[in-house]
């Protein structure tokens, strides 16, 4: 009856075209979701028959989930597995024998899952047990992120808290990897970039004063934690590149104190005068566990690198350490005698440092929770510490010192830059500057660098926008002016040194041409020297030729001499041979004249012996004087011829000697050409001496001049330099101010825009029942045009449809007989059963008579021993028994389900055959029915269209005032999110 029922209320509800609900209606499972789920599902999912472990008839048991887990997900509607196997986008669809739900319905569930899972319309919303922002990193990483330094983008600069006097500074935090630190003032916190100090934005804290300050490991969070003692306290977490506030937990009842990040970015622990400390999931808000371990305010908290350990302090000394996704215990760290102020972890996560208003600064090593170090910090008091990444501490206390040590407590660098208390102290990225802040509110910026001593002051308590604007805007103005002044100084400065550089560079040509004077003149005078030397040299050669040539002239005159003596003396002697060889030609001649005469007698008186005798003795006298004229004569040939080798020889000695008087003339000629060319070398060296002496002298005043013009032109140079670095600063601070004012600028339209993004975001608000009046109108016509899709695609596969639940039907029924077969051969296996069972109870029986009476005592023990087999026997069969009774009940529960199932086969086909009967007659009654919808669709699409004009209107000044905002920001030096 109950199914029948059911039956009917199906068919009934699927009659339905439209089932709409208010927006303004708080969709609950009472009211909406249970009427959906008795339509479709509790056939199969009720208190009796929850398949799949899954009951939906109650809100509670809808919410346990099945076999399977959960099935819903407050505000999560796509990672419902209950919406997706209801629209059959997830396995295994349901209703499992027929069509998905309705898409109203399922916008019901949609709608009802969105909101919440409310129970019923007065029922508060259900928290999501998925994170409702996912910041989680996984495992922590000790490194430095990949990717460029994470620097603010589009982070505000406002609305700035200004007071008349500035507060104290109770945190600064500086960033892991980038030039930024973060200083919590007055109900602000202010973010500056390290290095210049220029404020890159102002993080409004609503929740009232910032007491805790810490960037995430990754550098991509800012954590904030404080709010209003004895009011209120929370601990908010900013994106770092735009200031959003992207997650917030902790909702206490007093200022949070102290909190901190964990590196995974899923844990906040926070604490605070409630003396508990308390660790909030990220990702849900929900509390994750409470430390009720303090007896005092909680006042220092911070997790360890690798995200394993927490460490707490508080007012009274106390401190401990807690594993940091428990919360379980694991040290505790005995030492403090006063108020734990300070705690921080070193890189490595070995070393705990604290610091405490005992003026103590303790380190605890993490494998025994061991004191390893511990030092008097600061007289009166310490109030903070904080590790730079290569181990060094820096601490600030009461006595107003600011203070680096290394590990080993060492003390490397102390400043006293307050007058107050010093509260807070940070190292930049690079730890090489220190940012530190005192209880009247002063922030200074000590680098470490160099002499360690270059303390540069900035502001904890900025002025307002507005007034930096106006501020900003005189900047401008002043230093522009400065800079023209500095540049139009700079260019008369550049003229001077090129002047000075251009009589430099003359005096450097004139000592250089007077240099080269000096340097050609004694070239010159070493050339003429060398000339000189050479004709010297030339003329005692020449001198020596003139000698060897006056000796060779004085030998040839000699020889000449000795020549012409003896040819003179040859001379006379051929003179005398000629003249005795004339005497004797004389006398042979007057010989032969007397022979002839004396012959001519003889003969002319042959008888005259006398004649003839002297005729005789004449030609003998004349044969006589013949051999001697021939005597004579070969004598005089002979002479002649020694008169001959003598002229000849005087004629050579006279060639000879004139020959060498020409070489003694020439040679003398030469040395007197030599000499005449010697005084002009000579003459030719002075004259070249005192060219050089004087181009000597006219070095030393070109070398004067120079020296003046250098130093002329050094200093000029040195002037047009500074003037130029004059001009450069003006010109960076010109800059540095149209910088800071279109920064100001920027932070000003933000502003007007913010301003008009509220206001769009009320008109918005006003067009929602235009819009959802189009949606519905919209989803109307959509489910209409749905439905006649799916009716025409029905009746187009009736024929499939039917023979499909007709093979059901079969199909179904044999499983029915299938059952019973197994139910009746069950039964047969009981009955026979039961009569072994009477029959082993009449064998039991008889033996239990028989062991009464036994005669003997064995007989009786033999009897009781087949007894107790007996009984045993007995209660195998119960056993198998029960057994077989209980897969009996199955099997008629199998049964029953089966002939259910054979059932609903058969109701299945009836009502298939009237629901194709139904079908052509729904069509066209739905299709009757677009054109109205249609209109309606047009008519609420005019009206969001007139809806949206003032919204659009507010969106065109935003659209117009963008493109200014962010040609400011490029203008400011930041770097923009979007075109």
Known sequence: MLRASQTTLFTTLCAVLSWSVSAQDKINYTDHIRPIMQQSCLNCHNPDRARGGLDLSSYNALMAGGSGGEIVVSLDPDGSKLLGVMAHTMAPKMPPNGGKVGDDKLA???????????????????KPSKPRV???????????PDGP???????PLGPIHHTPRAGAVPAIAGHPWSPVVAVAGQKQVLVHHTQTGELLGVLPF??????????????????????????????????????????????????????????????????GPNKLVKGYSVATGELVYKIDKHTEWVTAIAFSPAGDYLATGDRNGGLHVWEADTGLPVFTLQGHQRSVTGLAWRYDGKLLASVGEDGQAKLWEMEEGNQVKAWNAHGGGARSVAFAEDGRLVTTGRDQFVKVWNTDGGQLHAIKPFTQIGMAAAFDTAGKTVIAGDLSGKLVRWSLEGDAKRVVDWTSNPPTVKVALVQSGERVSATAQAYEQAKAHAQQQRSAAEQAKEAHAQADTALKAARQAAADSEQRLKQSDTERKQVVKRRDEADKQVLAARDQLNKATKAMRGADGEANRVRKAHQRVAKDNEKVAADLTGLVKQAEAATQQAAQNPEDEDAAKRAADLAVQVENKKQEAQQKSAEMDKQGQVLATAEQKLSEAKHAHEQKRGEADRANQMAQAVNQELQEKNKAHEEARKTRDAAKRAIKPAEDRLQQAQANAEKASAEATQADQGAEAARLDAERAARERAKWQSAELRFEMDALRGKMAEIRLTEHPARQALDEATAARDRQQKQIQEAEAALADRPNEMARLQSAIKQKQAVVETVRAKQAAAKAQQAALAKHITAQQQVTQALAERVEAADTPEDQAAMQQALAEAQEQAKTLDTEAADLNKKIKKLALAAEDAQFDAEDAVFDVKQAEERFAKLPAQIEALKQALPAMEAAIEQAQAGLAEARKPGDAVQAEIDQLTPRYLELRRAAGFAVLGP
């Open 108 to 126: 019901l569930v949609r709608q009802w899952i969105e909101q919440g899972l409310r129970e019923t319309a007065n029922s508060a919303a259900a």
């Open 134 to 144: 996912d910041l989680s990193v996984g495992e922590a990483a000790m490194g430095r």
């Open 149 to 155: 330094p994470i620097m603010p983008v589009d982070m």
């Open 206 to 271: 609503a929740h009232g004063q910032p007491q805790a300050l810490r960037f995430s490991w990754t550098g991509r969070l800012l954590m904030v934690g404080g709010g209003v003692g004895g009011m209120s306290g929370t601990v908010a977490l900013y994106d770092v590149k735009t200031g959003e506030e992207v997650a917030r937990v902790g909702e206490e009842v007093d200022a949070v104190l102290a909190a901190d990040l964990d590196p995974k970015q899923s844990i906040v622990a926070l604490g």
